[in-house]
């Protein structure tokens, strides 16, 4: 982002920076929980302290379906041009964040509110 000198990769580096943040804060964190946990042998995860069922670790990632299939779409719709111009790509996060799936509204509502300071 620091070679963003024209301001369009202005808005994308905002989107990608925000994006990174809260991966990072929340979907990271929750695999390194989800790790720490198995290590330590948590009965929630570890049947009778000798194996993981795949259904229990699948369960506590559940949540980030839907998100992360948003995040897979608009990958592809941002991919199907070159060069966002600020407007569109608001509206686009504004649409997105419309969703009816909560975590994926609150996601996209975040991502725009930080496009939105910049522009």
Known sequence: ???????NNRYIC????T????LKSE???LVVDTESRILRRDDAFV???SF???SSV?????????????LELFGDRLEQQSGWPPGPLIDLLLERAGSGVHTVSSLFSRVSIAVLRVF
């Open 58 to 70: 699948r369960a506590i990632f559940a949540k980030w379906d839907a998100p992360l299939k948003a």
């Open 47 to 49: 049947g009778r302290g």
């Open 14 to 17: 905002v989107l990608c920076s």
């Open 52 to 54: 993981v069922p795949v």
């Open 1 to 7: 982002c620091s070679s963003a000198l024209d301001s």
């Open 27 to 29: 979907y990271e964190s």
């Open 19 to 22: 994006l990174s943040s809260i």
